[in-house]
């Protein structure tokens, strides 16, 4: 499971985060908890946990890989949500496709389309 730390002052700030990742990747939390919120995309598991702590002030190196069909459109969903791009969508070899972007809380996901997995 890949955990990303989400900055934020309020519970309201972190449910706004999660409802990015549910609307990006259009897939609902399966766990919601206070303290953390658990969601499985495309083969991978992803776990979000606010940080409130304003002494933790760190750059955000996490990368999140996250498994995806039709990458182009999941690609251009991102960046007009407010990622930024990394790397455009290519062809990594075969079939496989990967992008990165930047979320708007700092982390690198790289998207991985690879029709033998996902």
Known sequence: MIKLRIKTNDDREFKEAVKWFEVAFNSP???T???????TLGGYELALYPEKDEV???PRTNMAYVGVKDISTIFNRLISMGANVVQKPF???GQVMIARVRDPFG???CLIDDPSYT
């Open 56 to 58: 933790l002030e760190k």
């Open 107 to 109: 982390h690198i996901l």
């Open 29 to 31: 939390a399966y766990i």
């Open 33 to 39: 908890e206070p303290d953390y919120t658990c969601f």
């Open 91 to 93: 062809v990594l070899g």
